[in-house]
């Protein structure tokens, strides 16, 4: 786990949004992004991420998008 953060600290909290679950991402995080070609990529999640003030992010997926799209 990414800053000592365990699974407990979440739990089974559902959230609200997108944006509410990307609050505490820093900019120049690494992030790690599932997915297979489009099918299960957080498209919510990396809009989010890119909707928000944080930038500079070492990003690793495996086909995490395509132009315009997901990671794209």
Known sequence: MFRGVTRRAFGHKVLKSAHEAVINVKSGDKL?????????I???LIRALADGLTSNHTVMSNEGGVDY???G
Not at 32 to 40: A, P
């Open 42 to 44: 957080p498209e919510n």
């Open 32 to 40: 790690l992004f599932g997915g297979f070609g489009l099918v299960g």
């Open 69 to 71: 799209f997901g990671l």
